[in-house]
């Protein structure tokens, strides 16, 4: 093929005549860029994918030397060095890559695999280039570059130990924080061990290991692991399973948390709570016992018929507050029970622990007189509760009762079923000296309770909050007269109906 | 005449106990300090006591244990207990105890309580 010496009706037909050859109709289905050369360095073909890249048809570029046309400045002279050696007969072993520059001025990389035509006697008359654009892959290689380097790079600094193991507990890798964790040099040494090793108790691997492959993920395993020197520490193991295309589990990753310290603080909490538990509850017996026996020689000093009426009604005043401490005993327990008894709630009949926490107020004020009205009935109301709905009520009552001076004690008891029809509202009202305003927000605050000294027996309201948030209800204090709150309290709670 | 027998390991609530009960008619039968001792006790009284007041914590046997052996003993024997510790409620009913009383209590109401076992049986 001849160079061609200028831009010709006979070159153009010539590059048609190729197009329309079988080579030709190949170089145009191809989604390859193909461009040939003259020695030169004259465009002698410049295929569709070529016009489509640059933006130049076949037409413009046609004759044109290549270097100055699509080569950029800076990439020139090695693009026209390997120009020379291909002239020479000599192809490169590797595919170079540089840009070309479009119509518009954008840049385009490209990889070329070069090949060329020559004489018979063996002279080089034509060079082709084979080439794809790479600029999107070349793209999109130096983010995933980006991304891997960020990763190992997060990988080795986050503060977490991090892993993969194979089913058998070969590492696959650690990074650095967990090379710490365990005691070691580096993480060669490390990857030498076997993952079951660093477990304490070796069985606790088999559990892990089942779990994760029946589960998928396990989050929050904790467990022991002993390090290189021998020490003990509390890890928490969180992990997925990795499976291969035929469903098998391939290796486990996860991370891995020195949980040791918080673990100590939590058996400490632990030893601690068991420690107050056996405190109050000694404490809560053998003062009640203490009052057992104060109790018993007051009324024998009260059953006297010769003890003057002043004394007699001392020893009654001194009784009351045996019966106080040994409330604020019971409230106090009440208050452990709440804490440590799961809440299993349950539909249940309203009356009768309503009516034992009457009967037990009762008994709980011999020398006063409950005038109680009530629409209270067997069967009639259902809540959603459990064992403390008792406490509840009999707190309140106790209250109620505790509160009002006289000896004759009115209060009423309503319930009904709340406009939304979730709640049951239930309205305990007495005839007392009320709740100012500024008490109703803090009446149920065990502290301002204290400070105030006022009602209650020290935790008794606070205690009727908790059971109400326990049951997801509400409660609140308002005047059994709007406006007067010397008229008596008015205690409204919400708690979940139950079934009918 | 009612007739009690006391077990109990607090020794001033056993004076009380004794100094109540005298008043108001009761016979005091019996007194033990811990459930070994009241197991013995009552292996030798004839007739044996209409009503046996527990304690649950005392030393050497509890009052769960002892109610336990005495019912097995008398399986007619009525015995209220008596504690300080709410949660013994549901192993004392269960070991036998006719009622179960918290302390402390307002002797009215111990009373009330002997009255209506003494009834019901």
Request: net charge negative; aromatic share 10%.
């Given at each position: 093929m001849q160079p061609p010496s200028n831009h010709s009706n006979d070159s153009t037909n010539e590059t048609s005549r190729i197009r329309r050859s079988r080579f030709g109709r190949i170089i145009?289905?191809?989604?390859?860029?193909?461009?040939?050369?003259?020695?030169?360095?004259?465009?002698?073909?410049?295929?569709?994918?070529?016009?489509?890249?640059?933006?130049?048809?076949?037409?413009?570029?046609?004759g044109k030397t290549i270097f100055p046309l699509l080569i950029p400045e800076d990439e020139r002279a090695g693009v026209l060095e390997r120009f020379q050696r291909l002239l020479k007969g000599k192809l490169p072993t590797y595919s170079p890559q540089f840009h070309w520059i479009t119509k518009t001025g954008e840049k385009r990389l490209m990889q070329w695999n070069n090949t060329f035509v020559t004489d018979e006697m063996g002279k080089v008359e034509e060079i082709f280039g084979i080439g794809i654009e790479i600029t999107e892959w070349k793209k999109v290689q130096q983010a995933l570059k980006e991304s891997e380097?960020?990763?190992?790079?997060?990988?080795?600094?986050?503060?977490?130990?991090?892993?993969?193991?194979?089913?058998?507990?070969?590492?696959?890798?650690?990074?650095?924080?967990?090379?710490?964790?365990?005691?070691?040099?580096?993480?060669?040494?490390?990857?030498?061990?076997?993952?079951?090793?660093?477990?304490?108790?070796?069985?606790?691997?088999?559990?892990?290991?089942?779990?994760?492959?029946?589960?998928?993920?396990?989050?929050?395993?904790?467990?022991?692991?002993?390090?290189?020197?021998?020490?003990t520490i509390w890890v928490e193991l969180n992990a997925r399973a990795i499976r291969n295309e035929k469903g098998e589990v391939h290796c486990y990753e996860g991370n891995l948390e020195d949980i040791t310290k918080r673990k100590e603080a939590e058996i400490a909490l632990l030893a601690a709570h068991h420690r107050s538990e056996f405190l109050l509850d000694l404490m809560a017996h053998d003062l009640n016992n203490i009052n057992q026996g104060i109790m018993l020689a007051l009324e024998l000093i009260e059953n006297d018929e010769q003890l003057p009426p002043h004394l007699r009604e001392s020893v009654r005043d001194t009784l009351a507050q045996v019966e106080r401490s040994a409330d604020l005993i019971a409230n106090v327990k009440r208050f452990q029970s709440l804490e440590i008894e799961p809440r299993l709630l349950g539909s249940r009949d309203l009356a009768p622990p309503f009516h034992a926490a009457v009967r037990a107020v009762e008994r709980a004020f011999p020398n006063k007189q409950l005038f109680l009205t009530t629409n209270i009935e067997d069967g009639k109301y259902q809540i959603s509760g459990d064992g403390f709905i008792t406490e509840l009520f009999f707190n309140l009552l106790h209250t109620s009762m505790k509160m009002d001076p006289n000896e004759f004690?009115?209060?009423?008891?309503?319930?009904?079923?709340?406009?939304?029809?979730?709640?049951?509202?239930?309205?305990?009202?007495?005839?007392g000296p009320g709740v100012p305003n500024s008490e109703k927000k803090h009446i149920f605050s065990r502290y301002k309770e204290n400070l105030e000294g006022e009602r209650g027996s020290g935790v008794g309201l606070t205690l009727v909050q908790r059971i109400i948030q326990r049951y997801g209800g509400q409660i609140w204090v308002q005047d059994r007269v709007e406006g007067d709150y010397t008229q008596g309290a008015n205690f409204v709670f919400l708690l979940p109906r139950g079934e009918d | 005449m009612v007739s009690i027998f006391i077990v109990d390991d607090d020794e001033n609530l056993h004076r009380v106990y004794r100094s109540f009960f005298t008043m108001k008619g009761i016979d005091v039968i019996a007194s033990a300090?811990?459930?070994?001792?009241?197991?013995?006790?009552?292996?030798?009284?004839?007739?044996?006591?209409?009503?046996?007041?527990?304690?649950?914590?005392?030393?050497?046997?509890?009052?769960?244990?002892t109610t336990k052996e005495i019912r097995q003993m008398d399986p007619a024997s009525k015995i209220i207990f008596l504690s300080a510790d709410e949660t013994a409620r549901d192993q004392a009913l269960k070991a036998g105890a006719i009622s179960f009383l918290i302390k402390p209590v307002r002797f009215a109401h111990l009373l009330e309580t002997i009255s209506e076992v003494l009834v019901n049986q």
């Open positions: 145009e289905a191809a989604g390859a860029l193909v461009v040939g050369m003259n020695t030169q360095g004259q465009i002698t073909l410049f295929n569709k994918r070529c016009e489509e890249v640059t933006g130049y048809s076949e037409k413009e570029v046609f380097t960020q990763y190992q790079n997060l990988f080795d600094s986050v503060p977490v130990g991090l892993y993969r193991t194979t089913p058998e507990g070969q590492i696959l890798e650690i990074n650095p924080a967990l090379v710490a964790m365990l005691g070691y040099e580096d993480k060669e040494e490390l990857i030498k061990r076997n993952a079951s090793e660093f477990y304490v108790d070796a069985t606790a691997r088999k559990r892990w290991k089942a779990l994760i492959e029946h589960e998928e993920i396990v989050r929050g395993f904790e467990v022991q692991f002993r390090r290189r020197d021998g020490q004690v009115k209060v009423e008891v309503q319930a009904n079923t709340a406009k939304n029809g979730v709640f049951l509202e239930i309205q305990i009202m007495d005839q | 300090f811990d459930g070994s001792e009241a197991v013995k006790i009552f292996g030798k009284l004839n007739p044996r006591p209409d009503i046996l007041l527990m304690d649950y914590r005392m030393p050497i046997k509890d009052g769960v244990s």
